[in-house]
């Protein structure tokens, strides 16, 4: 842990939508109240945990049994997956989806003004991230709070030669049955289908997708999602920017079984629709520019 709980306070000020706890000795999560919505974000890898719009359950799914715990991925909210997406392209060996899931960041301000909580945290490289990656950058993560969660990544290239990114914000939404939803935006788009060798070619999407079986997809694809959930009454949409591909993932039965920090019948319970740049949407930064991925999610009334 980086920032002591009295930096974080110190941070916050005055204002009274925001404190931080520490349930897991070295493990600090942000409560935010900005009042139409709470949420919850974990210090390590500025990772969204909790976002409930007033009287509605959680948006966000997390698994009962993630490890709060330094230096272990949280199973469930928004992981930030970077600066590779799922398995390093050329070595194995390096941690799935990237460094900085498992890190913990910088908060640098957190205000409060018009209803919309804004909290800003960074990460800057480290002798061991150079290891695994060995470019100069500084990325930043943006949360705003209010009726909508919006979590903005920018990559800056402050080194002397370009470099590819690709990554994810990996969100795990919460459903009441993974059998009673159905997702509309990537009607009409290909995807690589991650189930089959890699090399295969891409499948046409005809219809909207409904999911009773594993899947693990990448579309491409620019389009806002709606993700309808027959059985909560609710539909969430899912808004994308800098994004040119979307994820889309549920392990399923057996892969579940696989997932020491899942519970086996959880897999009916959420569905990760990623904004990405993944598979052949993989930006190049070149020095002194920056790449923003986005996403914003939202309730609306089911029609
Ligand atoms: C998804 C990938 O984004 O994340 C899947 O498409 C992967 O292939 C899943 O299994 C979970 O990854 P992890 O490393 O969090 O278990």
Same mark, same amino acid.
């Given at each position: 842990?980086?920032?002591?709980?009295?930096?974080?306070?110190?941070?916050?000020?005055?204002?009274?939508?925001?404190?931080?706890?520490?349930?897991?000795?070295?493990?600090?999560?942000?409560?935010?109240?900005?009042? %139409?919505?709470?949420?919850?974000?974990?210090?390590?890898?500025?990772?969204?945990?909790?976002?409930?719009?007033?009287?509605?359950?959680?948006?966000?799914?997390?698994?009962?049994?993630?490890?709060?715990?330094?230096?272990?991925?949280? %199973?469930?909210?928004?992981?930030?997956?970077?600066?590779?997406?799922?398995?390093?392209?050329?070595?194995?060996?390096?941690?799935?989806?990237?460094?900085?899931?498992?890190?913990?960041?910088?908060?640098?301000?957190?205000?409060?003004?018009?209803?919309?909580?804004?909290?800003?945290?960074?990460?800057?490289?480290?002798?061991?991230?150079?290891?695994?990656?060995?470019?100069?950058?500084?990325?930043?993560?943006?949360?705003?709070?209010?009726?909508?969660?919006?979590?903005?990544?920018?990559?800056?290239?402050?080194?002397?030669?370009?470099?590819?990114?690709?990554?994810?914000?990996?969100?795990?939404?919460?459903?009441?049955?993974?059998?009673?939803?159905?997702?509309?935006?990537?009607?009409?788009?290909?995807?690589?289908?991650?189930?089959?060798?890699?090399?295969?070619?891409?499948?046409?999407?005809?219809?909207?997708?409904?999911?009773?079986?594993?899947?693990?997809?990448?579309?491409?694809?620019?389009?806002?999602?709606?993700?309808?959930?027959?059985? %909560?009454?609710?539909?969430?949409?899912?808004?994308?920017?800098?994004?040119?591909?979307?994820?889309?993932?549920?392990?399923?039965?057996?892969?579940?079984?696989?997932?020491?920090?899942?519970?086996?019948?959880?897999?009916?319970?959420?569905?990760?629709?990623?904004?990405?740049?993944?598979?052949?949407? %993989?930006?190049?930064?070149?020095?002194?520019?920056?790449?923003?991925?986005?996403?914003?999610?939202?309730?609306?009334?089911?029609?």
């Amino acid at each position: 842990m980086n920032q002591t709980i009295a930096q974080i306070q110190e941070i916050f000020g005055d204002s009274t939508a925001f404190s931080v706890s520490e349930e897991n000795p070295g493990f600090p999560i942000i409560e935010v109240n900005a009042g %139409r919505s709470t949420a919850q974000i974990a210090l390590q890898g500025a990772q969204v945990l909790s976002w409930m719009p007033t009287d509605h359950p959680d948006v966000l799914y997390v698994s009962p049994k993630a490890k709060m715990e330094p230096g272990i991925a949280v %199973r469930g909210g928004i992981p930030i997956c970077w600066p590779w997406f799922n398995a390093h392209p050329d070595d194995p060996s390096k941690p799935n989806h990237g460094f900085v899931r498992n890190q913990f960041w910088n908060l640098e301000s957190a205000e409060f003004e018009y209803n919309m909580a804004t909290l800003v945290f960074t990460f800057a490289p480290t002798a061991e991230t150079k290891e695994l990656w060995p470019h100069d950058f500084e990325l930043t993560a943006t949360v705003k709070i209010s009726d909508k969660l919006k979590v903005r990544l920018s990559t800056k290239n402050i080194g002397e030669e370009p470099f590819q990114i690709t990554s994810a914000l990996h969100t795990y939404l919460s459903v009441g049955d993974i059998e009673r939803i159905q997702l509309e935006g990537v009607k009409g788009s290909h995807y690589i289908d991650q189930l089959l060798p890699a090399g295969s070619e891409e499948i046409y999407q005809e219809k909207n997708v409904i999911i009773n079986q594993e899947i693990d997809r990448i579309y491409s694809s620019m389009s806002s999602l709606l993700l309808r959930d027959l059985d %909560r009454s609710r539909a969430v949409f899912v808004d994308k920017a800098g994004s040119r591909s979307t994820v889309v993932w549920n392990p399923w039965k057996e892969k579940s079984k696989a997932l020491a920090d899942l519970p086996n019948n959880d897999y009916k319970e959420f569905v990760c629709i990623e904004a990405c740049n993944a598979g052949r949407d %993989r930006p190049t930064v070149r020095p002194n520019a920056s790449h923003t991925l986005e996403t914003t999610i939202g309730l609306r009334p089911l029609q």
